[in-house]
């Protein structure tokens, strides 16, 4: 369209060539789908059909032609008829696209995050069980060492009394392992 007879302009030189407040001049960019891009100084300028700009300009210039003014009301008070963006939502529909593409691929990046983090998570939990099941063997093995040992206590004692009894006997009774 900019390259078939359309000039790019800022919206304030926009309204200030056809006499609307710039907020009209905005708003009828917007109705008439007119392409949108932002200059390196920072400013939006949207393409204006040459015709477009004419027939605005000559249509405000003839004696008693129809007005998208109201009686009485100053050229930026016509009334809007199709959707106008709300305050704080991009017009451009190519930033949407872009902040769509944006947060759909941190979206991605979020899941690939939240399966590593399952899997860590199911990781985790494996290990936990394995430790679990180790420390419970560990104890039964502890337990089985404790009961050996005490065995073997009660063993040594019961010994301890035998020699303690021979000791006692004299050396001919023990020979014959008698009293």
Do not use: I
């Not at 392409?35 to 003839?62: C, T």
């Not at 696209?97 to 991605?108: C, H, I, S, V, Y």
């Not at 104890?139 to 206590?153: D, N, S, Y």
């Amino acid at each position: 369209m900019a390259g078939d007879g359309a000039r790019w302009m800022t919206y304030a030189e926009l309204a200030e060539a056809l006499g609307h407040k710039l907020e009209s001049a905005q708003r009828l960019a917007f109705r008439r789908k007119w392409p949108r891009q932002v200059g390196n100084d920072g400013l939006a300028r949207v393409a204006v059909p040459v015709a477009a700009m004419e027939a605005r300009q000559a249509k405000r210039a003839a004696p008693g032609a129809a007005s998208d003014n109201p009686p009485g009301g100053s050229p930026g008070d016509a009334p809007v008829t199709t959707p106008v963006a709300s305050p704080g939502v991009p017009e451009d529909v190519a930033a949407l696209r872009e902040d769509l593409a944006r947060r759909e691929g941190e979206m991605a990046g979020l899941r690939v995050a939240l399966t590593m983090a399952e899997r860590a998570a199911d990781t985790a939990r494996a290990d936990a069980l394995e430790a679990r099941q180790e420390a419970r063997e560990a104890q039964r093995m502890v337990q089985e060492a404790m009961a050996r040992a005490a065995e073997l206590e009660r063993r040594a004692q019961e010994a301890e009394r035998d020699a303690a009894r021979l000791r006692g006997r004299g050396w001919l009774a023990r020979l014959l392992g008698l009293e």
